[in-house]
């Protein structure tokens, strides 16, 4: 059964900070991961898509890379702002037509 | 174009109730997801379509739990009777079919249901 692990569970930095949310995976044979950003009282957006074959992605000052072989994902987030505060969450996908299987996500608060 | 419309928005009932969920997808997404967030915790999924077909229902506690998806459009889930531990957000989330599963997942806001 895969089980998605995120670590830091909460993270609070002062802007301008670049940052790393980490993201880990229990069965290695997966599809594809996503990366997705949650705001209080919404639905999921997603950020970032990486297939199993690729290493890395990158939109604007994300990035996130993929080892797929230790079970390991991380979402780089460069000069953080305030409106990047947000729960971010990654999930990952064994097969076609297979469900995403999410992490609990990590809560980031960016201070001004 | 229009984003996945949920409602209600908000819902409190009483444990044994019944309560329903209503979603439309974005227009002419195949693919329809219902997912269960509790608090806290990263969202499950309930039950999958691909038009009018069930896809994935594998954690959907069909005991209480039921959904629907009439012409392949609209969808709705249901809870009968409800259990306090069914307080969650319900999210739906659509995909357009083209592009298999590398299409990205859209989702709704949610509706948060709370069962006293």
């Known amino acids: 059964k895969q089980e998605v692990t995120q670590i830091p569970a909460a993270l609070s930095v002062p802007e301008g900070e670049n940052l790393v949310l980490n993201c880990s995976f229990t069965?290695?044979?997966?599809?594809?991961l996503q990366w997705f950003r949650q705001d209080p009282g919404k639905g999921l957006t997603s950020l970032l898509l990486i297939q199993s074959s690729q290493r890395e992605q990158t939109s604007g000052r994300l990035n996130a890379s993929l080892d797929k072989s230790s079970g390991r994902s991380t979402l780089y987030i460069a000069a953080s702002q305030p409106g990047d505060s947000a729960t971010y969450l990654c999930a990952v996908r064994r097969g076609y037509g297979n469900k995403l299987v999410f992490g609990a996500g990590t809560i980031l608060r960016v201070k001004s | 174009e229009a984003g996945v419309a949920q409602s209600p928005r908000y819902k409190i009932i009483e444990k044994r109730q019944s309560v329903a969920f209503w979603c439309n997808p974005i227009?002419?997404?195949?693919?329809l997801y219902w997912y269960q967030q509790i608090l806290g915790q990263g969202p499950k999924l309930l039950i999958q379509f691909q038009n009018n077909g069930v896809v994935d229902d594998s954690q959907l506690p069909k005991d209480r739990f039921s959904a629907e998806r009439l012409k392949g459009v609209d969808s709705t889930l249901k809870i009968q009777p409800a259990k306090l531990e069914d307080s969650a957000v319900y999210l739906c989330a659509s995909s357009s079919m083209v592009a298999g599963n590398n299409s990205p997942l859209h989702f709704g806001n949610g509706t948060r249901l709370t069962v006293t």
């Open positions: 227009s002419g997404h195949a693919t």
């Open positions: 069965d290695s044979a997966i599809y594809n």
